[in-house]
């Protein structure tokens, strides 16, 4: 069978259906819940979806936590490796206690597409499945995200030599790939060199690994000894860290990826890694599963044998599984697939079993519009194209006012929303901005408007906003968007192929630094510029703004970046920032919301309690 279709090991016997409640019986101590969706049996019903929202929809919402930001020329504090049990952070200790014997059962939302992280850039169909079995060089902490701390690496150091600056890392002596062979500074200067191929080789897709572009030049890193690697950069640069950690910058093993194509790299048996899981099983619109990887340098982590992931694309079967308790929470964890107004109500009608974890505003919905075929060919119909959207009504309508009308970085950074609706009609004069867009429109000819496709992920927000948008552009504008939903993977292929006139999805962001949206949305072949839109001063600023040191000075620069984007004339337009959701079991211990929805997802820090007290009636969301 096609292995887009199901995959399983080799040495395994064929698991057949991965039906949930046979799954589940193997949990220790656990009673097999109803199969997810059955209403039947004792499983209760999917709320009905309200007309419009009950609840504030920013009350006990998590604010996001600052970006981790060093200075390029600091020496970060060094970061000891794993020591005797008895040394170990409490919560450490806490988690091997409380192992849980058996398959963790979980929910999530979207099939896996390519499996190599480098390649893919989304979250929920490539890094959700396929991070886990990887580490990084450094991380931001799982417990302190707003901290930088090493994963391979045990201590790294900043270095100036003449005109050189860079970094020196030192690794784990304990680290091993899966199959054995240890971690050694080697496969940190292959997966660095892999990263950035991209700037010798043309055609190789760094979805959002290529950012590191503008820092390393390629080839530049250095082996000193099997544990210890020099990475010189172009200058010196206060991105490079915070990026560095990002869970899309894997090692893999160089003896392995040296030596497979990228078509073999994308199965889901081409690529291990040395992290805390291994990719037990995986079947299409059925589910997933990792295994512990019992040698796993961070002794005693992870804490569950196993993690059974099963795939619910339709929402209301979904919150069915988790209100009845036969999953014991989202993935992801959050995602703009599990709405929060779903997952706060949720809360309540579980009397706070299941709470709410709710991110605000670290997911953009945007259209793509392919600039290589008529008409968005044409600047003028894409600025009409911009000007047209209303982007309040896609948050009163599409997220329910969970988010915030779409600009091209993230809220609060660089553009201000009320300069912007006092001088740009696309987000406060309605009338001007659409008499606008019909002039370009006539003057581009088509007065009478066109019809285009929209090729679209068939879950929300990206479904609801184009169902909001279509009807709106139509009576506005006489744009006749024809709606044309998918699966996550499926449409990332349509969008890289150029199948229809304009893709339709959110996009989590990795750090709210504005070098992230520049990173995904403006730099060549990337995943999210899939034909390759360019502007000469947008290359300039974007170039100026990671070289800049002085703050006010790369502010400008920003804002001058802003202005060219919001001609409208690129081909990326912002709908609208939508928050992001899931949900916990209460007893799911040691989870610390994360700056964004796009960090910390090696699920290695997290235990059960299944001997934790009820949380108080009046705390609301979730708990560590």
Not at 278 to 296: A, I
Not at 402 to 414: E, L, N, Q, R
């Amino acid at each position: 069978m096609d292995w887009r279709l199901i995959w399983q090991p080799r040495t395994l016997l064929a698991l057949g259906t991965l039906g949930l409640t046979a799954a589940l019986v193997a949990c220790g101590g656990a009673t097999a819940p109803e199969q997810p969706g059955d209403t039947g049996g004792g499983a209760a019903a999917a709320p009905a979806p309200a007309a419009t929202p009950t609840l504030d929809p920013f009350a006990g919402v998590q604010e996001p936590t600052p970006t981790a930001r060093l200075d390029a020329t600091a020496t970060p504090v060094p970061v000891p490796t794993a020591v005797a049990v008895d040394a170990r952070p409490d919560w450490w200790q806490i988690g091997e206690s409380k192992h849980y014997r058996g398959d963790f059962p979980l929910v999530a939302t979207h099939n896996p597409g390519f499996w190599d992280v480098h390649y893919g850039g989304s979250l929920n169909s490539v890094l959700i499945p396929s991070g886990p079995r990887f580490n990084q060089i450094l991380e931001y902490n799982p417990v302190n995200p707003s901290e930088i701390i090493g994963d391979l690496a045990v201590s790294w150091e900043s270095y100036e030599d003449g005109d050189e600056f860079g970094y020196i890392f030192h690794l784990n002596p304990d680290a091993t790939f899966t199959d054995g062979h240890p971690v050694t500074a080697e496969d940190i200067v292959f997966s660095l060199d892999r990263i950035t191929l991209g700037q010798v080789e043309e055609g190789v897709l760094r979805a959002r690994t290529g950012f590191l572009n503008n820092f390393i030049v390629h080839g530049s890193a250095e082996v000193i000894d099997d544990h210890t690697a020099k990475v010189p950069l172009r200058f010196p640069a206060a991105g490079f860290i915070p990026n560095l950690a990002s869970d899309y910058m894997k090692v893999y093993p160089k003896h392995i990826a040296e030596n497979i194509t990228q078509e073999e790299a994308n199965l889901p048996d081409g690529l291990i890694g040395s992290g805390p899981w291994t990719l037990r099983d995986w079947e299409k619109d059925v589910g997933y599963s990792f295994e512990r990887n019992p040698t796993y340098f961070k002794t005693g982590r992870p804490f569950f044998d196993a993690l059974r992931i099963f795939l619910i694309r339709d929402n209301a079967r979904r919150i069915s599984a988790l209100q009845a308790g036969q999953v014991f929470g989202s993935y992801q964890p959050v995602t703009g697939g599990n709405r929060p107004e779903d997952m706060a109500r949720l809360e309540e009608d579980t009397d706070g079993r299941v709470r709410a974890v709710i991110l605000e505003a670290t997911g953009i919905q945007a259209f793509f519009l392919n600039h290589d075929k008529p008409p968005f060919d044409d600047p003028r119909v894409r600025r009409a194209f911009y000007l047209g959207l209303d982007r309040e009504l896609g948050v009163e309508k599409a997220i329910l006012g969970f988010g915030k009308p779409g600009t091209f970085f993230a809220p609060g950074v660089v553009e201000d929303m009320a300069d912007l609706k006092a001088g740009n009609p696309a987000y406060g004069d309605r009338e001007a901005a659409l008499a606008e867009a019909r002039q370009l429109l006539a003057d581009a000819g088509y007065a009478e408007g066109f019809q285009v496709t929209l090729n679209t992920v068939s879950t929300n927000p990206s479904l609801s906003g184009a169902e909001v948008a279509a009807p709106q552009l139509r009576e506005d504008l006489n744009i006749d968007m024809v709606i044309q939903p998918t699966d996550l993977a499926t449409m990332y292929v349509g969008m890289r192929d150029g199948v229809a006139n304009i893709d339709g999805v959110g996009t989590g962001i990795i750090l709210r630094d504005p070098g992230d949206i520049l990173n995904q949305f403006y730099l060549q072949n990337v995943l999210r510029n899939p034909h390759n839109w360019q502007n000469d001063r947008v290359d300039e600023l974007n170039v100026l703004q990671n070289q800049a040191v002085d703050p006010a000075v790369r502010q400008g620069h920003l804002e001058e970046l802003a202005d060219i984007l919001h001609r409208g004339e690129s081909h990326w337009l912002p709908y609208f920032w939508y928050s992001s959701g899931g949900a916990f079991d209460y007893r799911i211990r040691n989870y610390y919301y994360p700056a964004t929805v796009q960090l910390i997802h090696k699920w290695d820090h997290i235990w059960f309690d299944p001997d934790r007290e009820p949380l108080p009636a009046n705390v609301k969301g979730y708990a560590p």
